[in-house]
């Protein structure tokens, strides 16, 4: 088990982040947030009738995302798109510890036809060009994991759960 660490699972819309972060937090024992319940209702609405989140539409969001990772006190994963480098820092400086960003990355093509195949989902595939234009992939700087999502769910996990065992021993 991995001790006291904290986990945010970020990317664009449709990426995979509710099914990565629940199968991860299956292997590691831990439990998953997912990010999209601790949304405020009007930004549900707004993103609902197509209409994309701006930053003062998240500050409020990203703090609870902080805040919920913060109040574990093991192990835990949260599902954050946290597409800009400053939402990345709002997560850190409100968790107050180390944070590790697991950035699920795909091409906009591998990513639409997932979003079309997944219903009931309140946010339509119409903005994903909207996320792709806001995301700031992690840089070197920052605790990092970028993970191609272009295989299975099962690789996916594997590829994470090797790169957390090189990172922690």
């Given at each position: 088990m991995i001790a006291a660490q904290k986990f945010v699972i970020m990317g664009v819309s449709g990426c995979g982040k509710s099914s990565v972060g629940a199968a991860l937090g299956e292997k590691l024992g831990v439990a998953y947030v997912d990010g999209d319940d601790l949304h405020p209702a009007e930004n549900i609405a707004k993103m609902s009738k197509g209409l994309p989140l701006n930053d003062e539409d998240r500050w409020p969001w990203l703090g609870k995302v902080g805040e919920t990772?913060?109040?574990?006190?093991?192990?835990?994963?949260?599902?954050c798109s946290a597409l800009k480098r400053v939402y990345r820092d709002k997560i850190r400086e409100?968790?107050?510890?180390?944070?590790?960003?697991?950035?699920?990355?795909?091409?906009?093509?591998?990513?639409?036809?997932?979003?079309?195949?997944r219903s009931g989902h309140f946010m339509p595939g119409s903005l994903l060009d909207?996320?792709?234009?806001?995301?700031e992939a992690p840089q070197n700087d920052e605790l990092a994991l970028t993970v191609d999502i272009d295989?299975?769910?099962?690789?996916?996990?594997?590829?994470?759960?090797?790169?957390?065992?090189n990172k922690i021993s």
């Open positions: 990772l913060a109040a574990n006190k093991g192990c835990a994963i949260i599902g409100t968790v107050a510890e180390p944070v590790l960003f697991i950035h699920l990355a795909g091409s906009r093509a591998v990513i639409a036809a997932r979003m079309g195949k909207s996320q792709f234009a806001t995301l295989q299975s769910l099962d690789g996916i996990i594997a590829t994470i759960l090797a790169a957390l065992e």
